[in-house]
């Protein structure tokens, strides 16, 4: 059994509060370890790893003299290296002024800049490492859909079907099915067949070819939830089958997809095939900013359900160099996405609405976890991606902030003066705290 699928039952409030400081807990573990890991192996000695801020819970120094704790406030974490001056750096004049040459290379503030760079890309670099890890493992898991298609595991819909597992489907409709490896050869596919309840499939069943009859190979039903969507507000749920809209009868998603896109808006009346029983659901579609092949952005409307085929595909295993590739390109076109909806919001080409505060990431958190331990493993991953993008952006007290101070003393051969870097840090971190209250105001007064 799937523990996280129990969260709705447990309360809202405190499931997403646990559900967002599991998540923020390991991405910082991970950061702050990248920190303090490559400082060691750089030959920075650490006085201090934290996870979480305040009055220290629980705390133990290891034989290097570092003290491990977890403090009260569980929103963030650090490393303090020797001879600095507190948890955000800074140098410590006074414990400096006391040290030997050799003291002081164990140092922070004093060891080589090539050592202090490392140290300090070693946190985002540990966030992506994390995400690839996670995104590798989740596609060898999961494997590849068998070819040819071979129906797997057939899902629960209010009409009946002849398909059975281990069929293979050689034909549907006279066409046979392209490989899902050809998005674009499949897509064409799904389109030529004709839009009707029933349709027929020519499958190879035990040695055998025999014609069957089955539904509508993407009927309208419901997978997964898009996290603080229309279809989660309203309570629709995973294995849910859309049966009517407006009363009008569906049996296909693209109709479902027709009818939200074009409501602008307006509430729609469903009815709900949910284990035998029709449930009533009214929701209204928002509006979202969609990306596209291009990098540019669609705004349409979405209820924010995702659906699948009548039936779960049979799969084989995935090979542990392709599931890897797949991880290292799917950081990528979370970073690409990232930082092309940024600009977007920058220029105003979409609403800054998109950018979510932490409310709005502690609701996706919960909604991802009560969705199973897969999708919320695969939420970690993407969130620890983002944080590791974030930290390389050039800001003073971000972690791109020092990259930048580092690469300036490369090339002038000195670091920037301790005023320049006062002034600098005060600047950054008032941007840091402008960026976070801008983005929870957009948590609490967005649609």
Known sequence: MDLTTLIPQFGGVLWTIFAFIVALSVIVAIHEYGHYIVGRWSGI????????FGPVLFSRYDRRGTKWQFALIPLGGYVKFKGDANASGGLDLDAMSHMDAAERRRTMNGAPLWARAATVAAGPAFNFALSIIIFTGVFMARGVVSEPLTVGELRTLPVAQQLQEGDVILQIEGKAPPSFDDPVAYEAFMKALPQQPRLEYLVERGGRRDTVSGPYVYPPIVTSIVPRSAAGDAGLQQGDVIVTINGQEVFAFDQLKVEVEGSDGAPLALEVWRGGDIVPITLSPKRIDEPQPDNSFRTVFRIGVIGGIA???????????????????????????SLSGLWHMITGAISTCNLSGPI?????????????????????AVLSTAVGLLNLFPVPVLDGGHLVFHAYEAVSGRPPSDRALRVLMSIGLTLVLGLMVFALSNDLFCP
Do not use: K, R
């Open 45 to 52: 000695d650490a006085d201090v790893f934290s996870l979480g």
């Open 311 to 337: 039936f779960e595909p049979a799969t084989e295993s995935a090979g542990f160099v392709e599931s890897f590739t797949s991880g290292v390109v799917q950081v990528g076109t979370i970073m690409q996405g």
């Open 360 to 380: 709005g990431i502690a609701e996706t958190s919960a909604d991802m976890a009560s969705q199973g331990t897969t999708s919320f493993i695969w939420f970690i």
